[in-house]
């Protein structure tokens, strides 16, 4: 009974090193690991053990005889990449890290961002002896995109959550949420507070596509529709135009997927999920019926990854359907073909993939009326739009073509990048950068993970080296500050107005709300500290002392 991987992988690697028999590729250290849509199980070595289901962080892993009906398609793609892989080598990987001999009692790191990347990079740290993270975050709550992201018609994905849990309860982790680094305390502040400060701040804004009428009433960006439904705090007063029949995503990544998704989704079937009472109440109302979701490039080039299209082509009650002839030269090519052949149930909502069409322009007075494309074709490996061109009727736009980091006081910036220029990680002995903020907007949750080892792994090299300046100070509490113990109360409040709701969690989406149900909590340093005698309070570090 060989387990297989039934969806988008979260590249933790965690399901690589507990395999026993070698049986799970690409892995860490392997070709293809980075830029890989998923892991794959070998179905002739599996030893049907368990341990890769138990150690994956988003329960991917599953025995191939408690599959559903729509991941059974993922049984011939874990098989097809050993025909095409065979991975004839089955020796134990080399995954464990080398050993360090860094003396790493009583350094104390801050962490600015409390996403995936910037958990995984504490969960580094905290597993060397004697060391102190405190984790800044401008958010009243934790955990980034894997709370504000992830859509939440995937609740398996949010099992990360549960390994999130795990590293906030490591001796020598605090929170400091609702706390903004270059407002509430600056770059100098936390310098000169700690021994180093470590950057995971993501990317917190989109691409523009650069066309007329990208600014009319009507044209936003999926970053924001997906933080809305999400139920983030900065997204809560917003208002989506939903009262259109027609809605026409920009650009075919897995956002794109999630996004025509939830805005084609039976209603009733979003309300057992954790999605925002505010976005639910306007999508049981919405009049949009099709989501077309426009292409550059042909299929075989489609930027979706194949797990994400065989559960989109699984929903039963949503048309999926693909505009066009599709030559099949893969797997992706395959399943597309066979939707273009579909033809429409009359009656129900519909998402449609429109491949090689680039936006002109956005067309209408007060607001969308049109958009206007163009077929595209390859010359020179780029896809430019030719003089064929035609109008979609439509009052909604949504650009989903990648999100984008923002430049960060007191750091450089590589604007055409969109990055903080570093190596390894290290923008100078002290400062560090990991996540999005450190690559650009290119991975899935886990792939922070070996990226926080690499940042790690520099920090640690300065600290052997004695570049490291020894904190002379430290950053008082703030009033309104939020520690782990008022993460946990949140945490409370929401699963209790699920539980009468039915529902995994009513989301709190207002700061007044989040920072009330966190209140009843003492102030003080959170539970991660209590193994540490307590300190007594500092004085806020003046933004004069700079760096010692």
């Known amino acids: ?148 992201g992830v859509a939440p018609d995937h609740p398996r994905t949010k099992h990360v959550l549960e390994l999130f849990a795990k590293i906030e309860r490591e001796p020598g982790f605090r929170y400091r949420l609702n706390v903004e680094a270059g407002t509430d305390v600056t770059l100098e502040e936390l310098r000169a507070s700690y021994h180093a400060v470590v950057y995971a701040i993501g990317a917190a804004t989109d691409r523009r596509l650069g066309v007329d009428g990208e600014d009319l009433a009507g044209s936003i960006s999926a970053t924001d529709l997906v933080a809305w439904y999400n139920g983030h705090p900065d997204a809560d007063e917003v208002h989506q135009p939903l009262d259109t029949e027609r809605a026409v995503v920009i650009g075919n990544g897995n956002v794109a997927l999630d996004v025509a998704r939830i805005l084609t989704a039976d209603p009733d079937r979003l309300a057992a999920t954790d999605i925002s009472d505010r976005a639910l109440l306007a999508l049981r109302d919405s009049a949009v019926r099709e989501v077309v979701v426009l292409g550059r490039r042909g299929p075989d080039e489609a930027a979706f990854t194949l797990p994400e299209l065989i559960g989109l082509a699984a929903l039963d009650d949503v048309d999926v359907l693909v505009e066009g002839e599709v030559a099949v030269t893969s797997q992706k090519t395959e399943l597309l073909a066979e939707l273009a052949r579909r033809t429409p149930t009359p009656g129900r909502r519909r998402i449609v993939l429109r491949f090689r069409t680039a936006p002109v322009r956005i067309v209408g007075g007060d607001r969308v009326e049109a958009i206007e494309v163009a077929r595209t074709e390859v010359v020179d490996g780029r896809a430019v739009a030719t003089d064929e061109s035609e109008l979609i009727a439509t009052g909604l736009v949504l650009r989903a073509v990648g999100y984008r980091a923002r430049p960060v006081v007191g750091l450089p910036f590589d604007d055409e990048r969109a990055r903080v220029p570093n190596d390894r990680g290290r923008v100078e002995p002290g400062l560090y950068v990991v996540g999005w903020i450190k690559r650009g907007a290119t991975g899935f949750l886990g792939t922070n993970k070996t990226c926080s080892q690499e940042s790690v792994a520099a920090l640690l090299d300065d600290l052997d080296a004695g570049l490291l300046v020894a904190p002379t100070t430290a950053v008082e509490r703030l009033d309104h500050e939020i520690d782990h113990e008022g993460w946990l109360a949140i945490d409370r409040a929401e699963r209790a107005l699920g539980d009468a709701a039915r529902r995994p969690r009513v989301k709190l989406t207002d700061r007044r709300a989040l920072s009330e149900a966190a209140a009843p909590v003492a102030p003080g340093y959170s539970a991660g500290h209590a193994a540490r005698p307590s300190r007594p309070r500092a004085r806020r570090a003046s933004a004069a002392l700079g760096r010692p």
């Open 1 to 148: 009974m060989p387990y297989v991987v039934t969806q988008s992988c979260c590249s933790d690697g965690a399901c690589v090193l507990a395999c026993p028999v070698n049986a799970i590729h690409p892995a860490p250290g392997e070709p293809g690991f980075v830029t890989a849509e998923m892991l794959y199980v070998d179905p002739v070595s599996c030893v049907d053990c368990g341990a890769c289901a138990t150690a994956c962080p988003v329960d991917a892993v599953v025995p191939h005889t408690k599959l559903a009906d729509h991941q059974l398609p993922f049984v011939e793609l874990n098989a097809t990449y050993y025909r095409d892989h065979p991975h004839a080598d089955r020796t134990p990987l080399a995954l464990v890290p080398r050993h360090r001999d860094s003396a790493t009692a009583g350094l104390r790191v801050a962490v600015v961002g409390a996403g995936p990347a910037g958990l995984y990079a504490a969960d580094e740290l905290l597993k060397l002896p004697g060391v102190e993270v405190d984790v800044f975050d401008r958010l009243p709550t934790p955990h980034g995109l894997a709370r504000y």
